[in-house]
Structure formats: C-alpha cells, structure tokens
C-alpha cells in the first residue's frame, strides 16, 4: 500500500552520494531519507545543510576566497555549547575555556586567525542560521571615511 511505500522511503538508508568523493576527507553522505527534508512543510536536516554549504564552499566560491574562509561542519556550535558528561571535572574552569576545551580538536590543523571569515552553521529551536565571523584576526574596529 501507497503508505507503507512511503514509511520505507521515509527510512532509505541507501547512500544516494557521498560529496567531495573519496578520497577526500570530511566527505558528506546522503541517503534517500535525506532527501524527505526537502519536501513542503519538512525540516532540514544537518546532513543536507552541511552538503549545500560544503558544495558553495568548494564549488561556487571563487578559490581566493574559499582559502580565505574556513567552513565549521552543523555539529560544531552543539559540541561548542553543549555541556558533556565531563562537566563535573571542569566546574573550575571559565565558561570560555570549557567551551574551547570542547572543540580544542575541531581546527586543531588549521589556523584560523588566518581566515577572513568563518562559517559556523547553528540549530536552535528547529531554525537553520549562520554565524559569519568575519577577520578574526582584527583587534579593534577599522572605521572608513564618512562612518
């Protein structure tokens, strides 16, 4: 029946693609359950938000500016701001370094001063939005003629 058909589209685990392929890393893949977020009135999920963003980055954004900007996968601000099951041995620790002792690893290899913009998608209340960190390397406000 037309139902059951859609229950087992629904929950398709079948790889449908994996993006950039192999072997490069950080790969994305997705299945035809993936695919359902995309219809009318659904929610999108982390796995095609991460692929969209990942294909601008690498395919649309002209090679100066994708060396020059750094792209944090969907889970990276829940590890940032999401306590974990450590917190107890962490209590004397700063919000602030609680929060870079969570993500330490995430850009470990990759110098993010260096950056002109950081990308970090966020989810909070079911709503997709992007934080744009833009020159992280600035100390103080630069302010043009005429501001």
């Given at each position: 029946?037309?139902h ?50 990942k ?36 209590q ?56």
């Open positions: 029946d037309s059951h058909d859609m229950d087992v589209i629904e929950h398709d685990t079948r790889t449908l693609l994996v993006y950039p392929s192999p072997p490069a890393q950080a790969s994305i893949t997705l299945t035809y359950a993936d695919l359902e977020c995309l219809k009318p009135e659904e929610f999108l999920n982390d796995s095609i938000l991460d692929f969209y963003l294909y601008i980055h690498n395919e649309l954004m002209p090679v100066e500016m994708r060396n020059k900007t750094h792209l944090f996968n969907s889970f990276f601000y829940k590890a940032l701001t999401q306590p974990t099951k450590k917190e107890a041995n962490r004397k620790l700063s919000l602030s370094q609680r929060m870079h002792s969570q993500v330490k690893n995430w850009s470990k290899s990759i110098d993010l001063f260096s950056k002109d913009f950081i990308i970090v998608p966020i989810n909070e209340h079911q709503h997709w939005y992007l934080a744009i960190i833009c020159y992280p390397w600035l100390e103080s406000p630069v302010y043009t003629e005429g501001e």
